[in-house]
């Protein structure tokens, strides 16, 4: 888990509400040395700094939550599994000469209980994102996902998927690899697994890069993660060639929790502390390991057969509309 009592990068939004805090630590300081009692001004401007922090964090634009979902002390995948997993061991290799450490599996246990975790891997700081393409999987990386997601529907594993990337790699190495195969033969044989599948997006989930470990019984989302067809950015380029307009074309997107929410394309929202992830990520994955167990729970009681046709009406569903005449 990232340390929370590192020095807080701070996000434009943020920076009131941490002004407010060091006001109140000053405070306090000055109280401490002086022998003087402000117990009562303290406690009302940390109900102002919680109010405050209410108001800000259910307040946020799409663009905001954006940034909230790549705060670079955002909890990943590796986070995660570390924190919410009885045991763990990474498993490598696609069996075809690749490692991508952009998406990283293995088996674990979840309360006791035998799974197989799967998700997108950023880095922690520069030098670590570069070795890990900032989580944007090669084409290798979706054939080591389904070669585990295969070995857990094989020993009757449930398989959870962590999404977070802003897309596949684009590289000119790894299009020469097939990453639209390699993809769309993810998307096919997802459908076809026996064991629940859970997927969460606990980041940035972006294009086919997403869903290449996307299909599954159940569709997650952090409170303050983005999934999306294409960036902001690359979408205000496209449309008005001006990636400065990224703004618009959040909103016009819907890329939030709630807005996919209401689109009936995820099937839970799951509540993130008061400040993000990245201000509290051991209470966050406490709240994600909760959220997992119970859809699990829920799932393990229908028949392979049943998950099948649940997932497979659940995609049919998405972008259904009705037409009506004016």
């Not at 000053?26 to 919680?50: C, F, T, Y």
């Not at 997108?120 to 990386?141: C, E, I, L, Y």
């Not at 033969?185 to 086919?208: A, K, Q």
Request: some cysteine; proline content about 6%.
């Amino acid at each position: 888990m990232p340390n929370a009592d590192r020095k807080p990068l701070l996000l434009e939004f943020e920076k009131p509400l941490a002004e407010l805090e060091t006001r109140i630590n000053q405070i306090r300081q000055l109280a401490d040395e002086n022998g003087v009692d402000v117990s009562e001004d303290i406690r009302q401007l940390e109900a102002r700094s919680a109010q405050l922090r209410q108001e800000i964090f259910t307040g946020l634009s799409p663009m905001q939550r954006l940034q909230l979902a790549r705060h670079p002390r955002r909890p990943s995948t590796l986070d995660y599994i570390q924190a919410i997993s009885d045991d763990w061991m990474e498993l490598h290799g696609d069996r075809g000469g690749s490692d991508d450490p952009a998406l990283v599996g293995g088996v674990a246990r979840l309360d006791g209980r035998p799974v197989v975790i799967i998700g997108h891997q950023k880095g922690r700081d520069t030098k670590d994102n570069v070795a890990r393409n900032f989580g944007m999987a090669s084409p290798g990386g979706y054939r080591k996902a389904m070669r585990l997601m295969e070995h857990g529907n094989r020993f009757g594993m449930p398989i959870l998927t962590f999404i977070d990337t802003p897309g596949a790699l684009p590289s000119v190495e790894a299009e020469k690899l097939g990453p639209g195969e390699a993809i769309a033969y993810n998307l096919r044989e997802m459908f076809s697994l026996d064991v629940p599948i859970i997927c969460t997006v606990i980041g940035e989930g972006g294009s086919g890069g997403a869903l290449g470990i996307g299909v599954g019984d159940r569709l997650l989302m952090l409170e303050h993660s983005v999934y999306t067809v294409a960036t902001p950015e690359a979408c205000a380029a496209i449309l008005w060639k001006d990636a400065g307009k990224a703004n618009l074309a959040a909103e016009a997107l819907k890329i939030t929790a709630a807005d996919l929410k209401n689109l009936g394309i995820l099937d839970e929202i799951v509540p993130e502390p008061n400040g993000g992830a990245h201000a509290h990520p051991l209470k966050a994955a406490e709240i994600l390991k909760q959220s997992l167990l119970q859809n699990l729970t829920e799932l393990t009681q229908l028949t392979g057969q049943q998950r099948r046709e649940l997932r497979y009406q659940k995609f049919r569903k998405i972008g259904v509309f009705t037409e009506i005449g004016v």
